[in-house]
């Protein structure tokens, strides 16, 4: 896997809803996303603190095939589309 920016949970965050995903509920770890993709529903949770970067390995961990199925060609492609500015 490419080496992935460093991004906050709140970038993360705003890049999975622009590509279409939805704010479930938030947890106590942090806040659950969901999407249907290929008709299967799919939640996966962000750690979320506003100004800190996600710590290695967790952003690979939910980009993977099993969560949000971007991976991190996937995520580069948002970030070149939209930037991970907040």
């Known amino acids: 896997m ?4 460093e991004i ?3 970038q993360l965050i ?5 590509d279409g995903w939805i704010e ?6 942090g806040i659950a996303m969901k999407k ?3 008709g299967r529903t799919i939640l996966t949770i ?4 506003r100004n800190k970067p996600i ?8 980009l993977s095939v099993k969560q949000t199925r971007l991976g991190a060609k996937g995520l580069q492609q948002l ?3 939209h930037g991970i500015n907040s």
Request: aromatic residues 2%; glycine residues 6%; positive net charge.
């Open 55 to 62: 710590k290695t390995p967790t952003p690979g961990d939910i």
């Open 8 to 10: 906050t949970g709140e």
């Open 2 to 5: 490419p080496k992935l920016p």
């Open 24 to 29: 479930h509920n938030k947890r106590t770890h």
């Open 46 to 49: 962000i750690p979320y603190k």
């Open 14 to 18: 705003r890049l999975l809803t622009l």
């Open 79 to 81: 970030i070149d589309q």
């Open 36 to 38: 249907t993709i290929d």
